[in-house]
């Protein structure tokens, strides 16, 4: 307790100035930093450059996320969702997905119309309707995308540097 009255105002003060240049909320990047001192376990022995540290490092996490991740409902060329023309490339993109999926060798197609499912069974629920075992869910998704990727580059040439077909 003598630890978070001691540092608590200096990671405030640290997350404050490095959540800004991170795009993250300040109170967001003081928690990450809490919980990894908590999962850490004994304090260290420099408490203050510790936190320093941790602070960096959770807002260079926190920068890489961003960079990586796509928020729902921001789909690239997407302006408005109400256009015509992006419902309709939706829905063709949707039904080649679709296709590709049914052409998929054995068990893929219903492993992934049930992973894709609106119902958003977990993997328990899912073994137990294909009747296999949760454990081997992970593998075979595996395999079932990387056959799924594979075919898909087969049909659709992917643009290569400055905007060239390979």
Known sequence: MDLLKQLGPLLSAEAAAEAPAAGVDAADLEQA????LLERGPAPAEPARWLRRAVRAEARLARRRARREIPY???PGSAGAA????ALL????????R???ARLPGRCPELLRAL?????LTYREIAGELGISQ??????RSRCLGCLRRMLAAEVAAPGP???ER
């Open 83 to 86: 256009e015509p023309e992006v």
């Open 116 to 120: 894709l499912s609106p119902r958003d």
């Open 99 to 101: 296709s590709a999926v």
């Open 162 to 164: 400055r905007g060239r």
């Open 90 to 97: 939706h829905g063709e993109e949707n039904r080649a997905l």
């Open 33 to 36: 930093v809490w919980v990894r």
């Open 73 to 75: 409902g921001c789909r």
């Open 135 to 140: 454990g081997s869910l992970g593998p075979v």
